[in-house]
T-cell receptor, first 114, second 115 residues
Framework: DGGITQSPKYLFRKEGQNVTLSCEQN?????MYWYRQDPGQGLRLIYY???????QKGDIAEGYSVSREKKESFPLTVTSAQKNPTAFYLC?????????????FGPGTRLTVT | QQPVQSPQAVILREGEDAVINCSSSKALYSVHWYRQKHGEAPVFLMI?????EQKGHDKISASFNEKKQQSSLYLTASQLSYSGTYFCGDQIRGVSGGGADGLTFGKGTHLIIQP
């Protein structure tokens, strides 16, 4: 089955530690995205990548880093510089080259930092 | 700047209709609509592209006024399964404009359908 996987579903970390969230897709999509969602809020764009080895900052990139070494993978690192890292993190992909702009979301990772 | 959605919440009886509005301050390439159930990922519903093209569900329709940068989502004869939070997301560039950017989402409209 084609889709997007994110792991783990729940993640707990101590303050001051970096943590990397996994996102893998087997849809052969060129574009991938990371969003953050806080309770009662919409999704906010962290980073996105339109092609391998290239990525752009979104609206709230400070304290986060990404890499795009393979088409199917787009990991997000939440660094200790992110002041409020506790949130629901969602990865998405799309294939705009085909004219299909709809974004498919993974199940999300709920990160709690204490 | 994120788009503004209205209303913030609406409660309906099964079978009633609902309209959710989304207003942006930017010149848009497209407007996307998603529905999210509690604790789950958003699910794609509809996309409206500049120029009038639409892609989406059979039982859900939407409009996009390019001049006013406004979109509305129409849910007719609502079913219990329509309950959830609806988000609009706007996009200022498509592939031909240099790239497909990520979406800027509104804060959502909570829809509750009662039997």
């Amino acid at each position: 089955d084609g889709g997007i996987t994110q792991s783990p579903k729940y993640l707990f970390r101590k303050e001051g530690q970096n943590v990397t969230l996994s996102c893998e897709q087997n849809l052969n999509h060129d574009a991938m995205y990371w969003y953050r969602q806080d309770p009662g809020q919409g999704l906010r764009l962290i980073y996105y990548s339109q092609i391998v080895n290239d990525f752009q900052k979104g609206d709230i990139a400070e304290g986060y880093s990404v890499s795009r070494e393979k088409k199917e993978s787009f990991p997000l690192t939440v660094t200790s510089a992110q002041k409020n890292p506790t949130a629901f993190y969602l990865c998405a992909s799309s294939n705009p080259i085909d004219g299909s702009y709809e974004q498919y979301f993974g199940p999300g990772t709920r990160l709690t930092v204490t | 700047q994120q788009p503004v959605q209205s209303p913030q919440a609406v409660i309906l009886r099964e079978g009633e209709d609902a309209v959710i509005n989304c207003s942006s301050s930017k010149a848009l390439y497209s407007v996307h609509w998603y529905r999210q159930k509690h604790g789950e990922a958003p699910v794609f519903l509809m996309i409206l592209l500049k120029g009038g093209e639409q892609k989406g569900h059979d039982k859900i329709s939407a409009s996009f006024n390019e001049k006013k940068q406004q979109s509305s989502l129409y849910l007719t004869a609502s079913q219990l399964s329509y309950s959830g939070t609806y988000f609009c997301g706007d996009q200022i560039r498509g592939v031909s404009g240099g790239g497909a950017d990520g979406l800027t989402f509104g804060k959502g409209t909570h829809l509750i359908i009662q039997p």
